[in-house]
């Protein structure tokens, strides 16, 4: 399914995968200002919250729902945010913003269900999102769809890491 622009003289000036642009956007997340990132940071703690606090799952059973969120993130994902980079002719852009989902719950992995700790995790990763410490930012080279994820898969996991520190230690 795809979606086409044209300009007054109709001519083809766009052709967007509309299941592309969705996923990409995480539904609309990523085309609100500012900080798009941050809006889809702030939508997979708002879903990870609903589960948890309104579903009372297990532990266990809110750590495989998480698993399979990110799993359904990278899968569709990756093909997706190809996709949106190609046909939007920008590296990186912007309004891609599945990957922060992925990157979020990422960091939400082993949280319980608890606001300081969603709050933690949110701070933590975008954060760490933001600076890219080393390898973070080498992640971004690779080709496509991967290089936009996996720099944010990355930054959950060490956001996790920072986060599993801290609760150890309080």
Do not use: N
């Amino acid at each position: 399914m795809t979606t086409e622009g044209s300009s007054e003289g109709g001519a083809e000036i766009q052709k967007k995968t509309k299941w592309a642009f969705a996923v990409a956007t995480f539904f609309g997340a990523g085309r609100l200002r500012p900080a798009p990132g941050s809006w889809a940071s702030a939508a997979a703690v708002l879903l990870w919250a609903a589960l948890a606090w309104l579903a009372h799952p297990a532990p266990h059973v809110l750590l495989l729902a998480l698993l399979a969120g990110i799993a359904l993130a990278l899968i569709f994902g990756i093909p997706a945010a190809t996709r949106a980079e190609r046909e939007s002719g920008r590296h990186d852009p912007g309004f891609v913003v599945i990957d922060e989902v992925a990157g979020q719950w990422t960091a939400l992995l082993l949280a319980p269900a608890d606001w300081r700790y969603a709050l933690m995790a949110f701070v933590l990763f975008r954060l760490i999102d933001i600076t890219k410490p080393f390898p973070v930012r080498r992640l971004e080279r690779l080709p496509g769809g991967w290089g936009i994820v996996f720099d944010d898969v990355a930054a959950g996991l060490y956001a996790l890491g920072v986060a599993l520190l801290i609760r150890h230690w309080m």
